[in-house]
């Protein structure tokens, strides 16, 4: 009993360690990090400070306190194994005309070189008590800015407020090649999106560099080879419909029409952007789109949809989402299944 017991015991920390071990990017399934828990980065952003890689996103675990909202960060060498590095902030309703039915999404952190501190931006909404007429009413429609010493936090938060004076929901964050910060927030009055630069300290968005009249959200960003390439997904709630693209030589525009990322009947191969990765390695750059495949009844086990895309000459595109591996020394990638390039 006591040995059969101790097998036990061994081969469970054995398939814990293995499980752990990630060899991949699986576009849709589950995906581990190191305490092999799914992990809770929706509608995330990714900051890279040295080699390291940081993973904010809305944590959806069940069993959190219900009177708080949280975003989670983890960190990774590699982009396919992530640690769980604890909440960055553990937020309580940030301001008292919020009906309980507030939401924090989208969140975004930025390092500041000048002044050293990492700046949070995030989504803050819900309904406004004695005004809102539905209980899951966005009517507040503001970014929340919090500040930390360290990438894992724990952030203070500082204010909400409306950048430009505009009412904002979804938002996206975009750092240009020169370090220049960008905050893209979707605004319904206006019907379309802004992408507005920050503040010297980040703390505050300084003016509206291009304005895109788009109904469009989920407003992500890539700078390559030349031209900027601006996504954005309709404006259909948590289901998905088909993203699409439109291209500028300056971040000031103009900017092109829009054209389909992807075969449009796939909508999005059932997912919305969230925000691009420029990998750029010593023998290649790839692009990584991340998509949030929204699980709107179980927010928890909503899944990541990450895409090497076809990139150039104007031209955006996902090709069908398959288990893929990167080298981010190299900026190469390859499908699993296949033998690498040159072999
Ligand atoms: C779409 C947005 O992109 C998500 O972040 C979230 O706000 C949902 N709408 C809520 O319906």
Partial sequence: MKRQLLTLFFLTILSTAFAQKQNAIKPGEVWPDNNGDHIQAHGGGIVKIGKVYYWYGEERRPGLDTGYRYVSCYSSNDLMNWKFRGYAIKLKRPDSILTNNWVLERPKVYYNNATKKYVMYMHIDGGIKGISKSKWAYDYARVGVAISDKATGPFKYLKAFRPLDKESRDIGQFIDDDGTAYLIFECRPTDGFYIAKLSADYLTVDKEVS?????????????????????????????????????????????????????????????????????????????????????????????????????????????????????????????????????
């Fill in 211 to 343: 304005f895109i009249h788009a109904p469009l959200e989920g407003g992500a960003i890539v700078h390559y080879k030349g031209l900027y390439y601006v996504v954005g997904s309709a404006l259909s709630g948590w289901s998905p419909n088909p993203n699409k693209v439109a291209t500028s030589a300056s971040i000031y525009g103009p900017w092109s029409s829009f054209e389909n990322i992807a075969p449009p009947e796939t909508k999005t191969y059932s997912s919305q952007s969230t925000m691009f990765i420029k990998v750029a390695g010593s023998k290649d750059t790839t692009v990584i789109f991340m998509g949030d495949r929204w699980k709107p009844s179980q927010l928890s086990d909503s899944r990541y949809i990450w895409i090497p895309v076809q990139i150039g000459d104007g031209k955006l595109w996902l090709p069908e989402p398959k288990a893929w591996t990167i080298d981010v020394k190299t900026g190469k990638w390859n499908y699993v299944n296949d033998k690498p390039e040159g072999k």
